[in-house]
């Protein structure tokens, strides 16, 4: 599917309120989702949870910055290059944080808050799923 098809897709969901979008056309399929902080959040676990992450549940005041799709994770626009985000930087509400390459497209993903990124909980270079916590981030 064309990037200008998808951006229709998405302009058409914020037009009309919708936080998920189904669409088949030609054989391709694509499913759109839309987050909000209102949303509750589910995290289940087949085995025991690994200790960092329990750890990191317990922290009060500290936001997830959480992927929004399916695909994988990059910290930097190009090999080699300076990281968008690392822990201890500052960030703003649209400061790109990572990207997230999704059917051979490069997703930027952009904050929400602003604040402080405390830990980055993903490897460069490794798949990620939808929902899956990114960053986490000590509002200011």
């Known amino acids: 599917m064309e990037l200008e098809k998808l951006k229709e897709f998405i302009e058409f969901m914020n037009a009309n309120s919708l936080c998920?979008?189904?669409?088949?056309?030609?054989?391709k399929r694509i499913r759109l989702k839309k987050f909000s902080a209102e949303?509750?959040?589910?995290?289940?676990h087949a085995g025991p949870a690994p200790a960092a992450l329990v750890k990191e549940e317990k922290r009060e005041g500290v936001l997830e910055i959480k992927s929004p799709m399916v695909g994988t994770f990059y910290r930097a626009p190009s090999?080699?290059?300076?990281?968008?985000?690392?822990?201890?930087?500052?960030?703003?509400?649209?400061?790109?944080?990572?990207?997230i390459e999704a059917m051979k497209l490069m997703n930027e993903i952009k904050s929400e808050v602003g604040g402080k990124i405390v830990q980055v909980l993903v490897e460069n270079g490794e798949p990620v799923e939808f929902g899956r916590t990114l960053f986490l981030i000590e509002p200011l």
């Open 39 to 44: 949303q509750p959040v589910v995290i289940s």
């Open 79 to 99: 090999p080699g290059a300076k990281p968008y985000a690392e822990a201890g930087d500052i960030v703003k509400p649209g400061d790109v944080v990572c990207i």
């Open 20 to 27: 998920e979008l189904e669409v088949e056309e030609e054989g």
